[in-house]
């Protein structure tokens, strides 16, 4: 039931992407309107900052098919875990959230970021949406034994996505304030891999992969968002907008009206 309401999910955002692109204002584009409109998105989707995120989950996949680097993943598993045996913690289940969480304390406190509560908001929802579905849908795909031997969920780590989520949300809204609050989310996104690794929940390329899952989710919500802001939410007889809503532990979206 999980996986069908994520294909729902999946599918409906793919619906609103296919609307977004050829919505058209109130009078008709000419074809050389067309062609300057999509122009102007495309030079706004920066392929640079995708470059590090897909080079992560670039490496991810390939440690599945690659001996070297899956020996490399055994080796850390092996000198973190069974050379020196400890106790589990279960502080990354509520850090991989602090840098998204920072987002509003800094707010609270004046500090001023890029975008107002409903528009962040908004951002923050659509990058877990993405990101939820390209890694359950990865997960049932790869179907990876975790090195603890509990389930086949393995690649990549959700944990690390939602961490690498966090922080480049935080960046995203405060790098014209400071970097090093960007540096100081990314730093804990990074704890919490490293953590999931000292859990025994994750192999190294799981947590590399769910990292690039983090960021381009983000950076892509980022990216998308004003688009559907734009030519989903316009003013007309009453106030419309498609929003995401959560709902018996599951995410959706809804049609909302104000008359």
């Not at 495309?42 to 991810?60: H, N, T």
């Not at 993405?130 to 393995?154: A, C, D, W």
Request: glycine fraction near 8%; include cysteine.
């Amino acid at each position: 039931m999980r996986h069908s309401h994520k294909k729902i999910l999946i599918a409906a955002f793919a619906s609103i992407c296919i609307t977004a692109s050829y919505a058209q204002g109130p009078k008709p584009l000419s074809p050389g309107d067309s062609v300057l409109a999509v122009k102007k998105i495309s030079e706004r989707f920066d392929v640079r900052k995708y470059i590090v995120p897909v080079a992560l989950i670039g490496y991810g996949f390939a440690a599945l098919h690659l001996d070297a680097l899956a020996d490399l993943s055994e080796s850390v598993h092996e000198e973190t875990w069974d050379d020196h045996p400890h106790r589990q913690t279960t502080i990354d289940n509520y850090l991989q959230y602090a840098p998204a969480v920072a987002v509003y304390l800094l707010n609270i406190a004046g500090v001023k970021g890029e975008h107002n509560f409903v528009d962040r908001s908004m951002i923050l929802i659509m990058s877990n949406v993405i990101m939820e579905g390209f890694v359950s849908t990865t997960k049932s795909l790869t179907h990876q034994l975790r090195p603890n031997g509990e389930g086949y969920l393995s690649f990549p780590s959700g944990h690390t996505a939602e961490a690498f989520v966090s922080a480049t949300f935080l960046y995203e809204e405060y790098k014209n304030v400071s970097p090093w609050i960007g540096v100081g989310g990314f730093l804990v996104a990074g704890t919490v891999g490293a953590l999931r690794i000292y859990n025994d929940k994750h192999w190294l390329h799981d947590v590399i992969a769910g990292a690039g899952f983090g960021i381009a989710s983000t950076e892509f919500s980022y990216w998308l968002y004003p688009i559907l802001k734009r030519s989903l939410f316009k003013k007309s007889s009453g106030n419309k907008m498609i929003v995401p809503v959560m709902e018996n532990h599951g995410l959706g979206l809804a049609f909302v009206q104000r008359f």
